[in-house]
C-alpha cells in the first residue's frame, strides 16, 4: 500500500512538503515515483528514486525546483516542492514498480496511492 499525504492549498512561490509512506510490501525491490494529474491533462511523471542505487528522476518542468529523496528507517519517500506555480495544480499520486518503467513515459506502475490534492493560487 501506498499512502500520499502533505497536499494543501498554497500561494504562488510558496513550498509544500508530500510524503509517501509504503507498507506491505518489500520496499527495498521497488523504485518509488510521484505522478500528478491536472483537470482535462494526461497523468505525467514528476520524480522518481530508486532505494537500490539513489538514482533520481526529474520531469523538465520541476527540475530544480522540486526534490525527492527517501527516509529507508521509515519506508517513506519525500517531494520536496519549492517556488510552486499555478500550472502544478493537480493531483499527485505516488507509485512503485521498477525505476525504468517509472520513467519510460508510460504512466504504468504496480502500485498507486490514492492521490492527495495540491492547488497553487496566484
Known amino acids: 500500500h501506498l499512502m500520499e499525504s502533505g497536499g494543501g492549498l498554497v500561494q504562488a512561490g510558496g513550498s509544500l512538503t508530500l510524503s509517501c509512506a509504503v507498507s506491505?510490501?518489500?520496499?527495498?525491490?521497488?523504485?518509488i515515483g510521484w505522478f500528478r494529474q491536472a483537470p482535462g491533462k494526461e497523468r505525467e511523471g514528476v520524480s522518481c528514486?530508486?532505494?537500490?542505487?539513489?538514482?533520481?528522476y526529474y520531469a523538465a518542468s520541476v527540475k530544480g525546483r522540486f526534490t525527492i529523496s527517501n527516509d529507508n528507517a521509515k519506508n517513506t519517500v519525500y517531494l520536496q516542492m519549492n517556488s510552486l506555480k499555478p500550472e502544478d495544480t493537480a493531483v499527485y499520486y505516488c507509485a512503485a514498480d521498477l525505476f525504468s518503467r517509472l520513467t519510460s513515459g508510460g504512466n504504468r506502475a504496480l502500485y498507486w496511492g490514492q492521490g492527495t490534492q495540491v492547488t497553487v493560487s496566484s
Open positions: 528514486i530508486s532505494r537500490s542505487d539513489g538514482n533520481t
Open positions: 506491505g510490501f518489500n520496499f527495498d525491490d521497488y523504485a
